[in-house]
Structures are given as C-alpha cells and as structure tokens.
C-alpha cells in the first residue's frame, strides 16, 4: 500500500481495489516556501492532500493579514467555493515551508464516482466530518478564553509552534502576538 493509500484509508473505508484506483488520481506536486496554492480571486480547481510541510490560509482585511487556518501533514486542502461552484477563491493559501501534495484535478474528483460508486455518501460522511469541526473550532472562540484557545491547539497540533512564525498562530487563534507571547511564558514557567 502506498503512502498516499494509507492517508486515504485514514478518511474512507474503501476496499483495497478501489483505494489503490482512487490514489491512482492523484498526482505528486510541489511547492517551495513562500508559494501560493491558491490566490484571492483565481479560480482553483483541485484538491490537495499534504504529505508533508505546512500551508496557511489566509485573507486581507483592512489592509491586514487574518490566518484563517495552518494545514498540515495528513490534510486536505482546497477552495471548496472554487472547487465546487466554480467560483472564484475567497482566501490564499501559502506554503509556509517547502511543501510535498498529491493532487486531484477538478475533472478527476466529479469523476470519482464512477471509480468509487459510493462515493457519493463517503463525500457526504466526510464532509460532515469537516463542518463538525468548524463547528468545533467556532464554539470554541465562542467559548473559550485566549489560553484555552491555545492550549487546545497547542495539544492538537504541537508541532506548529515550532515550525510556524507565531505571528500567524496569533492570528489563527484570534489574539495578538504579545498576549501570545504572555500566554506561552504563563503555561511554561
């Protein structure tokens, strides 16, 4: 089983003939830090799975950069907007370190049905599965103070806080880089 195989099985019960006929759509691709996946307002039709490196998800708003979101290895990523409905994409998404994907093209991906035929209901599973988790994510600004906020990510993805410039864990969690600063020193010392 190849890795990508493994990442797929991960997120879908599929049987090995129909896992090895889907990764078979994907194709490698690469990034070098700093490079942009997708700009604001391009149209993007793919959907990535990161093998390895980090990209962020972010917008300008009012002249200012907001992280919506830092995926990583064993994530998908993609402008549903732009994927889906053809639309324009809403945010960029930048490498943040060199980064390796697997790649499936828009074409491929509305034909995955006829190599998966329920592929329908595990899309269906699996995108529930990502708005119960922006769900997760929006309660918790709802409900959570600025150090809980950071110790959930800090517990669910602990590599970040070394390998990504803070300022941008700042944003993603919705504070500034000082009460960042302040909470990191709090929960070490």
């Known amino acids: 089983m ?15 003939g129909q896992l090895k006929k889907l990764a ?11 490079a942009f996946l997708i700009r604001t307002g391009s149209y993007f039709g793919q959907l990535s799975f990161i093998k390895a490196g980090h990209l962020r998800v972010f917008e300008y708003v009012d002249g200012k950069e907001i992280t919506q979101w830092i995926s990583s290895k064993g994530e998908f990523i993609t402008d549903l907007d732009s994927l889906i409905f053809g639309k324009p994409a809403r945010r960029n998404v930048q ?36 708005f119960i988790t922006l769900e997760d994510r929006v309660f918790g600004f709802l409900s959570m103070t600025a150090e809980e906020r950071y110790m959930q990510l800090f517990q669910y993805k602990k590599e970040l806080f070394n ?25 070490t010392s």
Not at 119 to 129: D, N, S, V
Not at 165 to 183: D, K, N, V, W
């Open 2 to 16: 190849s890795d990508l195989q493994s990442y797929i099985a991960n997120y879908f019960d599929l049987k090995p």
């Open 163 to 187: 390998q990504v410039p803070l300022q941008y864990l700042a944003s993603m969690m919705g504070m500034t880089p000082e009460t960042l600063s302040r909470i990191r020193k709090k929960t």
């Open 95 to 130: 490498s943040l370190t060199d980064c390796e994907l697997y790649t499936i093209s828009k074409e491929r991906y509305r034909n995955l049905g006829t190599i998966v035929p329920q592929w329908g209901e595990l899309e269906k599973l699996f995108i529930a599965k990502c």
């Open 24 to 34: 078979e759509q994907f194709h490698p691709q690469t990034l070098k830090k700093d």
